[in-house]
Every structure is written in C-alpha cells, then in structure tokens.
C-alpha cells in the first residue's frame, strides 16, 4: 500500500514557475513507476510526466509541456518532484501524482495506476 500526498500548488501569473512535491508512504517508493497528471474543468484527466521507478532513467512528457516541465524523483526522500516553467493558463488544472509498480515501464494511461494523491490546484493567471 502507497499512500501519497501533493504540495507545492497555487497561483501564479503566466511566465512564472512551481515546483510541485508528491511525498510517498512505504518503503518501497523506489519500486513504482511515478507519474503526474492534471484534470481542468469539463475536461478529461490527462498525463503531464511519468518517470521510472529506481532510478528514473526513464521519464515521458506530454507533448504539451516538454521543455517546460521536469519530473524528477529522490527515493531517499520518497518523494517525486515536478518543477513546471514557464507557465500557461492552460496550465490551470488540479495536479495529481499516480504511483505503479512497473519496473522499466511507463504508463501515460491513467488506468493503469493504483494509488492516487487527493490532488493540488494550480492556477495561471494571463
């Protein structure tokens, strides 16, 4: 069992920076596969960034955020990062950090994860 829970959002103007945190439970963080998505309203949940689980060697973006947006992990601290540049109104959507073992796998389907954060709202203002 994973438990997980997102900081770091807010408001902030388009142009400006966040980094958002997702602190992990267990001692098997470094096992799962990590990811964050977002979800606006009216819309449907999508994917921003997945890294790999022990490493992170591994990472994918979202079409709509690569340049922008970093995921990192530090496993010692159980604990993935997302350090979003650069931001959009577009942006604006409640962020979620997803977890699943999945050893040199990464998953941009939100289905195919199994532990979820309550999620943290972000906000870009024009």
């Known amino acids: 069992q994973v438990q997980l829970v997102e900081s770091g959002g807010g408001l902030v103007q388009a142009g400006g920076s966040l980094r958002l945190s997702c602190a992990a439970s267990?001692?098997?963080?470094?096992?799962?596969?990590m990811a964050w998505f977002r979800q606006a309203p009216g819309k449907e949940r999508e994917s921003v960034a997945v890294i790999s689980s022990w490493s992170g060697g591994n990472t994918y973006y979202a079409d709509s955020v690569k340049g922008r947006f970093t995921i990192s992990r530090d496993n010692a601290k159980n604990t993935v990062y997302l350090q979003m540049n650069s931001l959009k109104p577009e942006d604006t959507a409640v962020y979620y950090c997803?977890?699943?073992?999945?050893?040199?796998?990464?998953?941009?389907?939100?289905?195919?994860?199994?532990?979820w954060g309550p999620g943290t709202q972000v906000t870009v203002s024009s």
């Open positions: 267990g001692r098997t963080f470094s096992s799962y596969a």
């Open positions: 997803a977890a699943v073992r999945a050893a040199g796998r990464l998953y941009s389907d939100w289905k195919k994860y199994d532990y």
